[in-house]
């Protein structure tokens, strides 16, 4: 199976914390919404209070998950944090291909540079950074109160690593005023997928 030649695809990519789903839920209320579609990821962690089975995420077991991965079923999967797995699965592709969409993505910073180095032209990557990112990371990962110590200090470990690729992204985006990300990033990838934004 492949991606056809019209369908484009957009990746958002960074640290954890870097308001990425904040940014992907606004690209899809926005105008773009009507030709951009989310690609729904698979994960074996946990649900969280307010994310829904096939809308947020496919919650798989690891079982499941391993046997998707025998079965070939992943474009891409990554192992994110220690035990905790998350993959693209082709099926997404194809429905969105089917309903004429360009794909947007929400995926970690290894899998987005395998995605780009697959897809090339057809893709455009945005890095999601803060200008004092270690320190608001942290603080933005703590009021979130989502995480167990565990997976707080993961997510912290990860951060180093990540913002050391930055520059490997078509474009890196600052996001310390979201207003403003927001604007820019719409500006943007309306350019890319060859559209005038309207408010
Ligand atoms: P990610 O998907 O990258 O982990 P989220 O979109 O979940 O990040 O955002 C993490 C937290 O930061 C959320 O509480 C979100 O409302 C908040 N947030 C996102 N962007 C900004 C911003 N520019 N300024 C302040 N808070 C933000
Ligand atoms: P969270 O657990 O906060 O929802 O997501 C954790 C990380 O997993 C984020 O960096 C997110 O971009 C990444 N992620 C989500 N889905 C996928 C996927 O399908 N593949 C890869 N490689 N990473 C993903």
Sequence with gaps: MSISFEQKVVILSGPSGT??????KHLLNSSLGKILGFSISATTRKPRPNEREGIDY?????KDFENKIHEDAFLEWEEVYPGIRYGTLWTQIENL???QKHILFDIDVKG???LKNRFKNTCRSYFI???NPKKVLIQR???RNIHSPKSLKERINRV???LSKKDSFDEIIVNDDLGTTQKRLIESVARFLGLNPSP
């Design 129 to 131: 950074s803060l200008s």
């Design 160 to 162: 180093e690593w990540e």
């Design 141 to 143: 990962l703590e009021t």
């Design 19 to 24: 308001g990425k789903t904040t940014l992907m």
């Design 58 to 62: 496919f919650f798989l077991s690891l």
């Design 97 to 99: 291909r089917k309903t």
């Design 112 to 114: 987005s540079l395998r």
